[in-house]
Structure formats: structure tokens, C-alpha cells
T-cell receptor
């Protein structure tokens, strides 16, 4: 079966660093994506990992370990506008993007 | 990144009527588009995969006669909710895969459907 787990909600302080974890079990693996979604809006692409290791893009980094079925999204120098839902998604062998339930991040002053 | 548009952004319709939602990839060709549904504070649920020039592939539990999908060109897919009921009220989001850009998948802005 398909199973993608991430924490339901997290709280962090402005200027701090936060790590959002994601574990997955899917029928095949063809890449892992992180998206940001603000309330009432569509998801926006943040990162894509298909090989093990860390991908860095500005304040955001994403890590993947395929053997452990594990990824994390790291957000540095948090800003108030980073308050949003963060979605972990895995593309399975069939090419479908399967989403986790999302992590609601609240950034406090 | 690439741009995907959706129209309309909001629609209110009466029970029993049909509503068509359009999804367009504006600056790339998409042989595959996806339709998702999202309930408040929930994640995206894949409804169907739309392939250009062929029939859509529906996920288990999604009624193909109720949610008609057409992918007539490389830049346009449509979702028609037929004989809508209040329980069909939801946020519908389309997505298109850019096969020329590491297979990244871009999302449209979504359509808020309210059935009264």
C-alpha cells in the first residue's frame, strides 16, 4: 500500500530553523517532492529529490534517504510568511504523485 | 517555474447542474495532467490521471461517469462535474507534468466549487 507520514503541525519562532520530517512506503519510488501551500491556494513547488543526499536552495534544503524511506525539509531563518502547510509527496513507479497529509507550520514572532 | 492556469477560480452552482473546470499549461506541453480534490485542512487526493488523446485513468472510488475528464490537446484538460450535489463541494486542483524539466509537476491555482 501507499503510506506517507508527516507531523500534523509544528510551531517555530521567527529567525529559527525548523525541520519537517517525512517517511514513506510506496509501490515503487520515482522521486520525492516538497510543496508549500497557503490556505485557499494551490501548492507551490519547493524541492525535488531522487538521489540520496541534500539539495539546498536558498533558505530551504531537502534531504533524502531512499534506504530508510525518509526525507526532511529544512527551513532556515524562518519568516512569518513561511507559515503554511508543507506537503511531502512521492512519485510512484506509475508516475502518480501521492501526498502526505501535510504539516501545518506556524511561525511565531 | 512553469505556469498552469485554471478556470474558473470559484463557481457556485445548484444541485443537479453540471460544471466544467478548465486546466491549461501556459508555457509547456503536458502529455499528462492530474486532477486532485482537497477538503479543508486535508491533503490532496488524486482523482484521476488525464492523458492527452486517450481515456483518463481514475483512482479507486472515483466515479468516472460523475467526473468526466477530457484531455483534447497537449495544453488543455477539462474536468466536468455532472449532476453536482452538495457533497461535491470542494477545492479542485489540476496539475501538469513538464516532462522537459526533471519531470517537475506544477499546480494550477485551484477551483473552489460550492454546490447549493
Amino acid at each position: 500500500g501507499q503510506n506517507i507520514d508527516q507531523p500534523t503541525e509544528m510551531t517555530a519562532t521567527e529567525g529559527a530553523i525548523v525541520q519537517i520530517n517525512c517517511t514513506y512506503q510506496t509501490s515503487g519510488f520515482n522521486g520525492l517532492f516538497w510543496y508549500q501551500q497557503h490556505a485557499g491556494e494551490a501548492p507551490t513547488f519547493l524541492s525535488y529529490n531522487v538521489l540520496d543526499g541534500l539539495e539546498e536552495k536558498g533558505r530551504f534544503s531537502s534531504f533524502l534517504s531512499r534506504s530508510k524511506g525518509y526525507s526532511y525539509l529544512l527551513l532556515k531563518e524562518l519568516q512569518m510568511k513561511d507559515s503554511a502547510s508543507y506537503l511531502c509527496a512521492v512519485r510512484d513507479k506509475g508516475g502518480k504523485l501521492i501526498f502526505g497529509q501535510g504539516t501545518e507550520l506556524s511561525v511565531k514572532p | 517555474g512553469a505556469v498552469v492556469s485554471q478556470h474558473p477560480s470559484r463557481v457556485i452552482c445548484k444541485s443537479g447542474t453540471s460544471v466544467k473546470i478548465e486546466c491549461r499549461s501556459l508555457d509547456f506541453q503536458a502529455t499528462t495532467m492530474f486532477w486532485y480534490r482537497q477538503f479543508p485542512k486535508k491533503s490532496l487526493m488524486l482523482m484521476a490521471t488525464s492523458n492527452e488523446g486517450s481515456k483518463a485513468t481514475y483512482e479507486q472510488g472515483v466515479e468516472k461517469d460523475k467526473f468526466l475528464i477530457n484531455h483534447a490537446s497537449l495544453t488543455l484538460s477539462t474536468l466536468t462535474v455532472t449532476s453536482a450535489h452538495p457533497e461535491d463541494s470542494s477545492f479542485y486542483i489540476c496539475s501538469a507534468r513538464d516532462q522537459g524539466a526533471r519531470n517537475e509537476q506544477y499546480f494550477g491555482p485551484g477551483t473552489r466549487l460550492t454546490v447549493t
